[in-house]
């Protein structure tokens, strides 16, 4: 991930940013500095100005973050891990382990963010109205209801109902509480997005037309955003439905050539990579029992003067770190774990003992003929 940083760990959890951030903050601070709060209170000295702007938008972005922590908190309490918060040019990104196992759970996951950013406001406004009681400056004042007007607008855009906006979640949990059809309810709202998405980018190009002012522009952009992250969740959908219930057990590779973990790297080239075509082996230890998997790129990365002594168990990536599934689980709920992992593989274990792999090119296989087979009417 070199195109983020790492800002630090709150509660277990990662928090990132990508460089995206940068410019957003640098925008937000000078824009506060320069324009909103010479416009509503003139005639103050340019450090008081910055000393207010430095000071709200560091406020702004913990918001952002409380924001993604509403959804995280949520999620793990609902039993789905959260690994890393992204704060980057449009907010906060929350990477949850897996998708949501029912409506309602996903519907308290996405409306938690929005009513966080909206309490947060009002709090803001509250104190504004209390340090304006106690004769507080009227620029300290003018922070406070940016910051209140911010976080409230924050909370009602993310409302809409539209990919990957909190809102287009809140429908989609919603339509698949009343169906009970995740992959028709997604199908439903990826429609809803586009078409919102649509009168975004028409509505803003009217506005910058007419007007002249960016603010237009920007909303078009916003609107090409969320069309293009609809396109996305569209096709995730169409992949899933292609992949509908398919088990692991009848698209994996079977049986799988494994590697005693004790033979050295050099002995484990000779014997499995030369003569086969895998470019990732299943490690086993006396008992058979898979330990971990090892694929070229970590073979590779032994120089070859250790490959006498190194053994491949000591190169493979640990059972506990592999992405696992049992062979009559549905594909499609592998799926998310194998994309959280960035990995491209998954071992298929019966309780302890290893039945199969499956990999992308597995997967690619069963896409295609699931594309083949649902071209012929007659089968669905
Ligand atoms: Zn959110």
Redesign the pocket.
């Known amino acids: 991930m070199k195109d983020s940083f790492r800002i630090g760990r709150l509660l277990g959890i990662e928090i990132t940013a990508n460089w995206s951030l940068l410019v957003t903050v640098a925008l937000i601070a000078w824009s506060l500095a320069a324009a909103i709060l010479p416009a509503n209170s003139p005639d103050q000295p340019a450090w008081a100005y910055w000393a207010v702007a430095l000071a709200v938008t560091p406020a702004f972005f913990a918001s952002l973050l409380a924001?993604?922590f509403g959804?995280s908190l949520v999620a793990r309490r609902l039993g789905v891990e959260v690994k890393t918060i992204t704060l980057w040019l449009f907010g906060g990104v929350s990477k949850l382990e897996r998708e949501s196992s029912s409506g309602r759970d996903e519907l308290r996951i996405a409306v938690v963010?929005?009513a966080v950013s909206i309490a947060l406001g009002a709090a803001a406004g509250a104190l504004a109205v209390g340090a304006s009681a106690l004769g507080a400056p009227d620029l300290v004042l003018d922070g406070l209801a940016w910051l209140a007007a911010m976080n409230v607008m924050l909370g009602l855009f993310?409302l809409l109902p539209a990919f990957p906006l909190?809102g287009g979640r809140v429908l989609r949990a919603a339509l698949w509480m009343r169906n009970d059809d995740h992959v028709k309810a997604t199908e439903q709202a990826a429609a809803v997005s586009r078409m919102l998405s649509t009168v975004l980018i028409a509505f803003g190009l009217l506005e910058f037309l007419s007007t002249g002012t960016l603010g237009g522009l920007w909303l078009a952009f916003i609107g090409w955003f969320v069309l293009q992250a609809s396109r996305a969740e569209a096709e995730v959908v169409a992949e899933q439905e292609l992949l509908a219930g398919i088990r692991v057990a009848a698209i994996m590779s079977s049986p799988v050539l494994t590697a005693p973990a004790g033979v050295p790297v050099e002995e484990f080239v000779e014997r499995y990579v030369l003569g086969n075509r895998a470019t990732a082996y299943p490690v086993v230890d006396e008992d058979g029992r898979p330990i971990g998997l090892v694929t070229l790129d970590q073979v590779r990365d032994v120089p070859p003067r250790d490959r006498g002594q190194v053994a491949i168990g000591s190169v493979a990536v640990p059972i506990d770190r592999v992405v696992c599934a049992e062979p009559a689980e549905p594909v499609v709920d592998l799926l998310p774990r194998l994309l959280a992992s960035g990995g491209t593989r998954a071992l298929v274990l019966d309780g302890d003992e290893l039945v199969g792999i499956l990999t992308a090119t597995d997967l690619n296989r069963a896409l295609l003929v699931g594309a083949i087979t649902h071209a012929e009417p007659t089968i669905r």
């Open positions: 924001h993604e959804h963010g929005p993310n909190d």
